[in-house]
């Protein structure tokens, strides 16, 4: 392991990472798969609007399920804000289309099924696991990769980071973002 990296443990969550994301940063770009299997850049969003990246544990679940709810809700006060949306999980892309249309989510959903995002962001994650839930009438089983904790990024459109949150109230966090958006 080359000297600029750490790795830290916090509770069975371990992280690789050159650095952690902080205010001040730039973020690097980049991709992932979102809820409907197809690939999603960040230079598609970033230089033209704020990006707000949020990190949750789990698709479906209480917490989760509460947080993606009130970004749906302040959809059109971010939109006003000049922001784009994006929920991280591990979450395969499959589970996520289902979180999606179960909670009529009208935003993008990224799957981070080997932790590679959270890395990049220096967020803690640990192992994965699968839940099963019912849609439409239909049992349905979601699987993660990795469950990594529950953190928030604004991206300005310059590409910095201007807020990054760690320790997220799951029902106030898109409150918190619009508050910090009508700043920028």
Known sequence: MKR??????????SVLTAKALNVGDKASAFSSLDDQGKQWKSGDV?????????????????????????????????????????????????GLAHFKK?????????????GDLAKKFGVPFGKGGAIERVVDGKKVTLSRGVTSKRWTFVISKDGKVVYKNDKVNAAKDSHAVCLVLAKL
């Open 46 to 94: 970033v230089g033209s609007k704020h990006l707000v990246v949020y990190f949750y544990p789990a698709a479906m679940t209480g917490g989760c399920t509460k947080q993606a709810c009130a970004f749906r809700d302040d959809k059109s006060k971010l939109t006003q804000l000049n922001a784009v949306v994006v929920g991280v999980s591990g979450d395969n892309p499959e």
């Open 102 to 114: 179960a909670e009529n989510l009208n935003f993008t959903l990224l799957s981070d099924e080997k």
């Open 4 to 13: 600029t990296l750490a790795y830290f443990t916090l509770i069975g969550l």
